[in-house]
């Protein structure tokens, strides 16, 4: 087995290897931390070198040494298993609905919020690793959700569901999980599995809570490999409204809860790509009708409800994908002259319409904690986010100038366009869960709506 520095030496150095496997140079110092690459890198590798996979620091051993027999008995007390797309199996106790569920295995750096963290539609093809042991302690309730139903595919915490502890609970977290059909695993060394997926990316896995207790972990395995991963895939239909309907829940307010919105100034369509909730309740509350959209709707329907504004939602999924329907409807928006404001998968294909392109992360940003720079005024706020791909600068055109940028990474957050009404933020204004410090967004769309419309007047 060679060593990472061989490696990198036989591929011409780290910067040469950077290139080849189309990551940064952070990546490769973080290979040699790790004494590992990970393997969605070793085709690039092999390819650049002629190694064998035997070489490769972090390869599997041949079959017959490495994996357990499939008919392997769980350890004493394990009820649930998560496996990984490279074969490893983390044991632990189930709980929530018993069943499997194959998805990309990432994690949530959040402390609260976690009702509203697995009703988030942008988290449909995933299973969620929250960083925080103490999951379950505010019960669950019929009001913070972000969604219907539950779009995450399961969840992986440290310690047992705790019991609830919060005035506003209606229900253990368990039984919630439960009525949704969402299956957990605890008992996992998330802090082990979170620096695995920081490092390495995220990766494939199948989360598996038998009700029979019976394990078939080949199968299990060749499902976790077989999984295509989210690359290419297109889940805002599946997450998008079927019909159009309209809006008029405000935010939440101590000590009446959430309100109406009466008398609105402005009328909004917004498209649903995977809309939150709080979105929603954030443009009531700033004075808008808000009609909801699917995310198919062309722009001729969008138009034809004569908006003040069009607001592009967050959702899940390759927003390549997504543009084939998305980017059309966009564009007819943005010839029109209408004000646009996108987040999240919105600010992404905003973008694609504006002709730059997107990328998959090594691990995305997830988390209520993601510290963004405004550019213009030098502040940076702390912001709520769920992303794995990202707006690519470079290939942006001349008339989108960035306006945010991630502290953590230096990757794009936000986008103004120069020859029209349009903005767009990568993070997530309405939070929900996650700090305020972006609400002013919602205000910024409607003055920009009022200039518009001042404008339009006066012409």
């Known amino acids: 087995m060679r060593s990472v520095e061989d ?12 290139a080849r496997c189309g990551v940064g140079t952070e990546a ?3 290979w040699r931390q790790a004494r590992a690459i990970p393997a969605r890198h070793w085709p690039a590798v092999l390819a650049a070198t002629g190694l064998s996979l035997a070489d490769l620091p972090g390869a599997p051993e041949p079959e017959s040494h490495a994996m357990p027999e499939p008919d392997s008995a769980p350890p004493a007390g394990a ?7 490279d074969g490893t199996v983390l044991w632990g106790r189930g709980f929530g609905a018993p069943g499997t569920r194959v998805g990309e295995v990432c994690f949530n750096t959040g402390m609260t919020g976690y009702q509203e963290t697995l009703t988030d539609p942008s988290y449909a093809g995933q299973i969620i ?4 042991p103490h999951i379950g302690n505010v019960g669950a309730n019929p009001e913070d959700i972000e969604a219907t139903t539950p779009a995450a595919r399961g969840l992986v915490v440290k310690q047992d569901l705790t019991e609830p502890s919060n005035w506003r609970a209606t229900r253990h977290l368990d039984a919630w999980l439960k009525s949704h059909g969402v299956p957990g695993i605890a008992g996992v060394d998330t802090r082990a599995l979170t620096a695995r997926i920081r490092d390495g990316g995220a990766p494939n896995g199948v989360l598996c809570f038998p009700a029979d207790g019976r394990f078939d972990l080949a199968a299990l395995r060749r499902e976790a490999r077989a999984w295509p991963g989210l690359v290419g895939m297109d889940l805002a ?6 019909q159009s309907y309209r809006w008029d829940e405000t935010e939440w307010v101590w000590p009446r809860g959430y309100g109406r919105q009466t008398a609105p100034r402005h009328r909004v369509v917004a498209v649903d790509y995977g809309a939150k909730r709080n979105i929603l309740r954030c443009l009531a509350s700033a004075g808008c009708e808000v009609i909801v959209v699917p995310a198919t709707a062309t722009a001729e329907e969008i138009l034809g409800h004569a908006p003040d504004g069009v607001f592009l939602s967050n959702g899940p999924g390759d927003p390549a994908a997504t543009a084939e329907y998305a980017v059309p409807a966009i564009r007819g928006v943005l010839e029109r002259g209408v004000p646009l404001f996108g987040i999240c998968l919105g600010h992404q294909l905003l973008a694609l319409a504006l002709g730059a392109r997107t990328y998959k992360m090594e691990r995305g940003h997830r988390g209520a904690n993601q510290p963004v720079k405004d550019l213009a005024t030098g502040k940076v706020e702390i912001t709520s986010q769920n992303h794995g791909f990202a707006v690519d600068e470079k290939t942006l055109p001349p008339s989108a100038k960035v306006t945010h940028v991630s502290l953590f990474d230096g990757s794009n957050e936000g986008i103004a366009c120069t020859d029209r009404p349009a903005f767009s933020v990568q993070y997530h204004p309405e939070a929900s869960p996650g700090p305020s410090d972006s609400h002013y967004l919602f205000h910024r769309f409607v003055a920009l709506i009022e200039r518009h419309k001042g404008g339009s007047a006066r012409a």
Request: hydrophobic share 55%; glycine share 10%; with cysteine.
């Open 28 to 30: 490769i110092r973080k």
């Open 79 to 85: 009820t649930a298993a998560l496996v990984l797309g």
């Open 129 to 132: 690793t929250f960083t925080f």
């Open 237 to 242: 239909r599946e997450v998008s409204c079927r």
């Open 7 to 18: 490696i990198l030496a036989l591929m011409g150095g780290p910067e040469a290897a950077a």
